[in-house]
Nanobody, 124 residues
Framework: QVQLVESGGGLVQAGGSLRLSCAASGRTFSRFTMGWFRQAPGKEREFVAAIRLSGGSTRESDSVKGRFTISGDNAKNTVYLQMNNLKPEDTAVYYC?????????????????WGQGTQVTVSS
């Protein structure tokens, strides 16, 4: 079993930055692919970014490419999402997820474990 705890969400003005953290426990962290997803009110959960911790391969959605960066620290069992130049449309609950797939997948079905989510609100 894997436990994931997100932190770092909050309220920020458009153009600002936030860094989300996801602390993992329970299994060998470096074996996982870690992802960030988000869900805005009335919308489906969507892929944001993911990282394969063994090797460091990353992938970001087109909507955040160039603004968001995902990274991982195997020593701290933590994955980060650095979010810069935030826009009001980035407002959502952000979820951390972990999966044992050997590749970086964008579909939520590839992830087996989920955190409780952290709210990010970007004001205009």
């Amino acid at each position: 079993q894997v436990q994931l705890v997100e932190s770092g969400g909050g309220l920020v003005q458009a153009g600002g930055s936030l860094r989300l953290s996801c602390a993992a426990s329970g299994r060998t962290f470096s074996r996982f692919t870690m992802g960030w997803f988000r869900q805005a009110p009335g919308k489906e959960r969507e892929f944001v970014a993911a990282i394969r911790l063994s090797g460091g391969s990353t992938r970001e959605s087109d909507s955040v490419k160039g603004r968001f960066t995902i990274s991982g620290d195997n020593a701290k069992n933590t994955v980060y999402l650095q979010m810069n130049n935030l826009k009001p449309e980035d407002t959502a609950v952000y979820y951390c997820a972990a999966g044992e797939a050997q590749m970086v997948y964008t579909g939520s079905g590839a992830y087996d474990y989920w955190g409780q989510g952290t709210q990010v609100t970007v004001s205009s």
